[in-house]
């Protein structure tokens, strides 16, 4: 008898009215939001202008979004184009399976596109919102709890997941590997933001740090997922993918430190200029304030010493009235 464990839930749809509302999808949009909210405060704290961060994301998003879905159907094409299975279920992302190996590499061609319409370089928009996708990622793992997939091995420890019975899985308590990986996420996100604070990393290297640290993490939760998935050499697709791109990003922030060692001076051209400008008109407004309160001290004043010169000129008549 299990005494304690994570139960997982009913359904993955609430359904609002004739709005479904799918925890999956939910779970994706509220990691977007906080990513680029995020990267928002990065980025302005970096010199950046307010709404460039989301102005981008409208690039990188959709393409990251379709990335992450075409490499879930490539490397897992079984599911959809095996006999007996319908293609068309390949569509139907709220059903989950993104791929942030393919999520990363075409949303870093949709934000490329959006940071050249922009003049901006993609390394420094990229660290910016670096520690904001890891967030993004913690939040959206949980779209996996309510659609209960990508669970680890059998386990009674007090946090195992329970599963029901479904399609494609046995009822049991197993590893919540997508617990296990939500909790990595923030601890990349952390890592990333303390690093960036620490060492001022720039060109692109906080952004690699947080790719390599990701992967450290991937690799070992990935090692323990039992859903099925392709192997080469005894070992998961994705634990090699993951090795890979580890190997890739440590890589990069060794050679991106000798050749460009420290921080982006400007990140976006006119970004300084306009806060002049807006500082300016802001010490103008303030310089305006305080000639008007100069102004009504000055006059009131005045008032004040004209009727304390008028008042001795009626008290002497008075005086002169009386004695006259």
Known sequence: MDLAYIPSPSTGVIDLGPIPLRGYAFCIIIGVFVAV???????????????????IAVWAVPFGLVGGRLYHVITD???????????????????????????IALGAVGAWIGCRRRGIPLPAWADALAPGIAFAQAIGRWGNWFNQELYGKPTDLPWALKISEGPNRVAGTY?????????????????????????????????ALYVAAYCTGRA???????????HIL??????????????????YIVISAKVRPGREEVVEPGASETAEVAEGVEDADE??????????????????????????????????????
């Open 37 to 55: 909210w995020f990267g928002n405060k990065r980025w302005i704290a970096r010199g950046g202008r307010t709404g460039t961060v989301a102005d």
């Open 77 to 103: 094409y079984q599911l959809y184009f095996s006999d007996g299975e319908n293609w068309v279920d390949a569509f139907k992302i709220w059903q989950g399976g993104l791929g942030i190996w393919g999520a």
């Open 175 to 207: 590893h919540p590997t997508f617990l296990y990986e939500s909790l990595w996420c923030v601890g990349v996100a952390l890592l990333v933001i303390w690093a960036d604070r620490r060492f001022k990393l720039g060109h692109g290297r906080a952004f």
């Open 220 to 230: 070992w939760i990935e090692y323990m997922r039992v859903d099925e998935a392709h």
């Open 234 to 251: 005894g070992l998961r697709l994705n634990v090699w993918t993951a090795v890979i791109v580890f190997v890739l990003a440590v890589t």
């Open 287 to 324: 310089g305006a304030k305080d000639a008007d309160s100069g102004s009504a001290s000055d006059a009131d004043g005045d008032a004040e010493r004209d009727d304390e010169g008028r008042a001795p000129g009626k008290n002497g008549t008075a005086e002169a009235a009386k004695n006259g």
